[in-house]
C-alpha cells in the first residue's frame, strides 16, 4: 500500500498529489478481517517468528505459540518466581544439585491420544542440545538424560546447577512426541543439526500435549490454534484461537477499539493512555523486559576512546529519570545491572543516577575536555513500547551536556546484526526479555566473562580488555548454592556488571496488558508471555 | 546569414524578423516579459508560487527568525498545540512548530539539488542521445528503459539501503530514479526540433555538432522540461519524505519531514505532531502541480 501511495509521483494531477500527500500525512493503516466471535478468540500482535520447532524456535511470540501447543515439564506459577508441576507431577534433586529426577503426570497424553513417556523427555532434552539452536544454550551442561522407567526421567549435569529446573520451564524444552516427530525427518542424536530435516513439518504441525494444536501458520499473516480434544487438563472455552500480524501500536489499538481483535498485546502506555472506548480493560502490570545501551571498547570504529573511566561518564550524563518519561511516559522503572528487578540478586542494588559534574570531571580526566564523535547503530525498532530511536535521541542529548557527540545510525535488525557481530558497535541499544525466571541467564549472555555473548562484543578483537574474572567465580557459586545464598552471589554479580559499564540498562518498560472487557484470565508471564489456557470469556 | 546565425542564439531569431526592427518595436527587457507571462498566470499557479517562494524563503533564513531550537526540549512532552507551542510538542518535548519549518531546509534544498541534478544529467545524456542517434542513442535509450522499468520508490528503496540512510545517498538514490524522465523528455524535443530549417541552416553554415545542439537545438527544447521540473519538485519532496519514513533517509534527530511524520505516526493519537510535518509536505506538493499546470498552460503551444 505505501508503494502504491508514493508511486502516484507518476500522477501530474492535483487530487492524486493531495491525496498522496495526504494519506503520508496520517498514516494510514491496515484493515483488519476478523470478526468477533464467542468461540474464537483474536490476538494482535506483531510476530517475530522464526520457526515453530520448540528446538529451533527463539521469540517471543513462539513462547506464546510453544506454551499453547507444547508443555514442558515443569512451569512457572502466576506469581512469576515459583515453579509448579506440569507434566512432571514431581521432582526431585539430589543435594549437590547435579541430578534431577522427574516423575512424569501418568494422566498426560499428547494430542494424538499417546501418553506422555520418559523417551519423549530424553529425545527432546537431546534434540534441543544437539540440534544446536538458539535455545539450546538451556541444556549446556546436561550430560546424559536416561529413561528410568516409562514415568521417570534422570537428568544428569556436569557441575553443580541450582537454576536446572527453572531453566526447563522455558517453553523452548517442550516435551515433542517422539514418534511422531522422528517419523517426519526429526533427528535427536549428534547429527541432529546437519541430519534433522523437520523444520518444514514443524510449520505446519504441532507435535505436543498442550491445550491447543497447530491449526495452520501463514508468516506475516496469522498463527492460528485449535483446541485439543485430548488434552487431559481444563480444556479452552476457546475453540480456535488466532494470532493475527497487526504491525504497531496504533493500529492495535485501533483493531481492539473496534471489536477486531480480543487481545493486543504491543500498545505502548502513551496509546493506551489514549485510548478512549469503555468496553476494552487496560492493565499496566511491570515487566522483566529492559532496553539497554551497550559500550563495545574492542569495536573497529571505537578506536580505543571507550575506556572504563568514558564509560562511567558516559554512564553518568545519562539523565535516567527523563530517559522513563520520554520512552514510556513514566510507566517503566529504572533497572540497575543487566539482571532485571525482581529476579535473585538484585534487591538493594545502588540505582543509576546522574552526575554531570562528576562526568565531566571524569571526561577531563581520560584525556577528553572537549568531548569526541562517536557513531551509534542500532536497529530501528519499537519494542515493549519503547521507541528505540526517540530513546538514543535522549542519550544523544544528555551526552552533549558533556560535550560527547554521538551520530546517530538506525538500522534494519539484520545490517545492524551483521554490524555488531563483525566489526562490532562502540554505542548500541538493545532489548532483552527472560526466557525463564532465574539470573543465570543474564549473566551467561551478559558477564564479562569469556565466551559470553556480550564479552565477545564488547572486546572484539581484544577479549581479555573487559572480560572481569570475578563474574566467572561468583556464577560458579551461585549455581553451586540455592535461594538466600544463591541470590547473593547473584547480588555480587550485580555489582561487578554495573561496575564493568558494559551494558548500561535504561529502562524497564511496564507492559499493557489490554483487552476487550468481556475476557478473564489474562496475564504476563515470564516464561510463557501470554498463557492463553487461562484465558475465557466471562 | 551565417554570421547572425552564429551570432544570436536560434530561439532569438525564431520571435525576431530578420531585418532591424524600427526603433520603436525594441525588444521587451527580460523582467517586463517575466512580468507578462506572470500576469497570465492563472490564479491556482500564483498561489503555488507563493507557497514554493514561502519555503525557499523560509529554507534559507529560519534560523533568524527566533523560533525554539527545534533539536532542544521545549517544555513538556507530548503537549497539544497552545499559545506557547502552535503545534504542540513532539515526544521528545520538541517544538513541532519550529521543527516543521526547520524541516524546510532539509527538503527543499534536497529537491532543488536533485531536480537539477537530474535536469542536468537526464537533458544532457538524452540532448546527445536524440541528436547523434546510432548506438549511443541505442545505449543511453536502453539505460533509461532499465531504470523506468523499476517502481520509483522500489529503486530509491534499493540505492538508499545499498548506500546506507542518510540524505547525501538518498539524494543520490532520487537523482537515480529521476534522470530517465528528463532524458527522455530532451531527446523527444531534439528528435523534434533537428529537424527544422533553422537548425539544417547552422549545419549548413559550417556550425560544430557541439554547437548545433547546445546553441541551435537545445534552447529550444526546455518548455517541457522546465513544466516536469516544477511537478517534480514536489514529487522529489514526497520521495524523500517517504524514505526517511521507512527509515532510510535523514538521521535523527533531523527534523525532516518523513521522519517527523514517522514518529507522528507511532504517536497517532498525538496527532498534531504529524499534522505539522503533514501540511508542509502537503503544501509543498499541491503548490508544485499548481504551478506546473499553470507553466505548462503557459508554454505549451500543444495543448492550446
Known amino acids: ?538 | 546569414m551565417a554570421d547572425l546565425i552564429d551570432r544570436e542564439p536560434a530561439a532569438t531569431i525564431l520571435v525576431r524578423p530578420v531585418f532591424a526592427a524600427p526603433e520603436q518595436h525594441r525588444r521587451p527587457s527580460r523582467g517586463t516579459v517575466a512580468w507578462r507571462l506572470l500576469r497570465k498566470l492563472p490564479p491556482t499557479a500564483l498561489i503555488g508560487g507563493v507557497v514554493i517562494l514561502f519555503w525557499i524563503i523560509c529554507a534559507a533564513t529560519v534560523q533568524f527568525w527566533g523560533l525554539p531550537d527545534p533539536l532542544a526540549l521545549a517544555g513538556k512532552r507530548l503537549q497539544e498545540p497552545s499559545a506557547a507551542h502552535w503545534l504542540g510538542t513532539d515526544a521528545l518535548a520538541r517544538d513541532v512548530l519550529s521543527r516543521t519549518l526547520y524541516g524546510a531546509r532539509f527538503s527543499v534544498p534536497i529537491a532543488i539539488a536533485v531536480v537539477a541534478a537530474a535536469v542536468a544529467i537526464g537533458s544532457l545524456l538524452g540532448a546527445i542521445a536524440g541528436y547523434v542517434g546510432g548506438w549511443i542513442d541505442g545505449l543511453v535509450m536502453r539505460a533509461v528503459d532499465v531504470t523506468v522499468s523499476f517502481p520509483p520508490i522500489l529503486l530509491a528503496m534499493t540505492v538508499s539501503a545499498a548506500l546506507g540512510p542518510g540524505l547525501v545517498n538518498a539524494s543520490i538514490a532520487m537523482v537515480i530514479v529521476w534522470w530517465p524522465i528528463y532524458a527522455r523528455l530532451m531527446r523527444a524535443q531534439v528528435l523534434e526540433v533537428r529537424e527544422r530549417e533553422h537548425v539544417e541552416a547552422a549545419v549548413a553554415g559550417g556550425a560544430g555538432s557541439f554547437r548545433v545542439l547546445t546553441k541551435h537545438i537545445m534552447p529550444l527544447c526546455w518548455t517541457p522540461t522546465l513544466v516536469n521540473a516544477t511537478m517534480d519538485f514536489g514529487a522529489v519532496v514526497l520521495l524523500a519524505a517517504s524514505l526517511s519514513f521507512i527509515g532510510l533517509g535523514a538521521t535523527p534527530p533531523s527534523p525532516e519531514w518523513g521522519s517527523m511524520i514517522s514518529e507522528g505516526a507511532s504517536k497517532f493519537y498525538n496527532w498534531w505532531i504529524a499534522f505539522g510535518p503533514g501540511m508542509a509536505i502537503l503544501s509543498v506538493v499541491l503548490a508544485c502541480s499548481f504551478l506546473g499546470d499553470g507553466l505548462r498552460d503557459l508554454l505549451d503551444t500543444k495543448e492550446r
Request: hydrophobic share 40%.
Open chain 1, 1 to 538: 500500500m505505501f508503494q502504491q501511495r508514493l508511486t502516484a509521483r507518476m500522477s501530474r494531477r492535483h487530487v492524486p498529489a493531495l491525496l498522496t500527500a495526504s494519506a503520508l500525512a496520517f498514516a494510514a493503516f491496515t484493515p483488519m478481517v476478523f470478526a468477533q466471535d464467542s468461540d474464537t478468540l483474536v490476538i494482535a500482535r506483531s510476530m517475530d517468528v522464526n520457526s515453530l520447532d520448540p528446538a529451533r524456535a527463539f521469540c517471543d511470540t513462539c513462547q506464546i505459540y510453544l506454551s499453547s501447543t507444547y508443555e514442558t515439564l515443569v512451569t512457572l506459577a502466576p506469581d512469576n518466581q515459583s515453579l509448579v508441576p506440569s507434566l512432571a507431577a514431581s521432582w526431585d534433586i539430589n543435594p549437590e544439585t547435579t541430578e534431577f529426577t522427574f516423575h512424569l503426570n501418568p494422566k498426560a497424553v499428547f494430542a494424538d491420544g499417546s501418553p506422555v513417556e520418559a523417551k519423549d523427555v530424553k529425545w527432546s532434552f537431546e534434540r534441543l542440545l544437539n540440534l544446536k539452536g538458539s535455545p539450546s544454550f538451556l541444556l549446556d551442561g546436561m550430560t546424559s538424560v536416561e529413561a528410568v522407567d516409562a514415568k521417570t526421567v534422570k537428568v544428569t549435569v556436569t557441575g553443580p546447577d541450582s537454576e536446572f529446573v527453572n531453566k526447563i520451564s522455558a517453553t523452548y524444552a517442550a516435551i515433542i512426541n517422539s514418534d511422531v516427530a522422528i517419523e517426519h525427518g526429526a533427528v535427536a542424536d549428534a547429527s541432529a543439526a546437519t541430519a534433522d530435516t523437520s523444520e518444514n513439518w514443524f510449520l505446519e504441525n504441532s507435535a505436543g500435549s498442550g491445550p491447543f494444536t497447530l491449526a495452520g501458520y501463514t508468516p506475516e499473516s496469522e498463527l492460528r490454534f485449535a483446541r485439543n480434544e485430548a488434552y487431559y487438563g481444563t480444556k479452552s472455552p476457546f475453540s480456535t484461537v488466532v494470532i493475527t500480524q497487526v504491525q504497531d501500536a496504533v493500529s492495535q489499538a485501533q483493531a481492539l477499539e473496534s471489536g477486531a481483535v480480543d487481545i493486543a498485546m504491543q500498545i505502548d502506555p502513551d496509546t493506551a493512555a489514549s485510548m478512549s472506548t469503555t468496553d476494552v480493560t487496560t492493565e499496566v502490570v511491570p515487566s522483566f523486559n529492559f532496553v539497554y545501551v551497550a559500550f563495545s571498547p574492542g569495536a573497529a570504529t571505537a578506536e580505543g576512546v571507550l575506556t572504563p573511566e568514558v564509560r562511567e561518564a558516559l554512564a553518568l550524563a545519562i539523565d535516567y529519570d527523563g530517559m522513563l518519561d520520554f520512552t514510556v511516559g513514566g510507566n517503566g522503572v529504572k533497572q540497575s545491572s543487566p539482571i532485571p528487578n525482581g529476579f535473585p540478586g538484585t534487591a538493594g542494588l545502588p540505582e543509576p543516577k546522574q552526575d554531570i559534574a562528576k562526568a565531566k570531571e571524569l571526561l577531563a580526566a581520560a584525556g577528553h575536555p572537549d568531548g569526541f564523535t562517536l557513531s551509534a547503530v542500532y536497529p530501528n525498532d519499537n519494542v515493549y513500547g519503547v521507541d528505540l530511536n526517540l530513546m538514543m535521541q535522549k542519550v544523544q542529548q544528555d551526552w552533549a551536556a558533556i560535550g560527547v557527540t554521538i551520530d546517530l545510525q538506525p538500522q534494519t535488525y539484520p545490517v545492524w546484526r551483521d554490524q555488531l557481530t563483525g566489526d562490532g558497535i562502540p554505542v548500541t541499544a538493545v532489548y532483552y526479555a527472560p526466557d525463564y525466571y532465574g539470573s543465570g541467564q543474564y549473566v551467561a549472555y551478559f558477564a564479562m566473562t569469556a565466551g559470553t555473548p556480550w564479552a565477545g562484543r564488547a572486546g572484539g578483537k581484544t577479549p581479555e580488555t573487559v572480560v572481569n574474572p570475578a563474574e566467572a567465580n561468583l556464577y560458579a557459586k551461585a549455581l553451586a548454592s540455592t535461594g538466600e545464598a544463591s541470590a547473593a552471589f547473584y547480588n555480587q554479580i550485580g555489582l561487578e556488571m554495573i561496575k564493568d559499564k558494559i551494558i548500561i540498562p535504561l529502562v524497564s518498560p511496564n507492559l499493557v496488558l489490554a483487552y476487550k472487557s468481556d475476557l478473564a484470565g489474562v496475564r504476563y508471564s515470564a516464561c510463557c508471555n501470554l498463557p492463553i489456557n487461562e484465558i475465557t470469556r466471562k
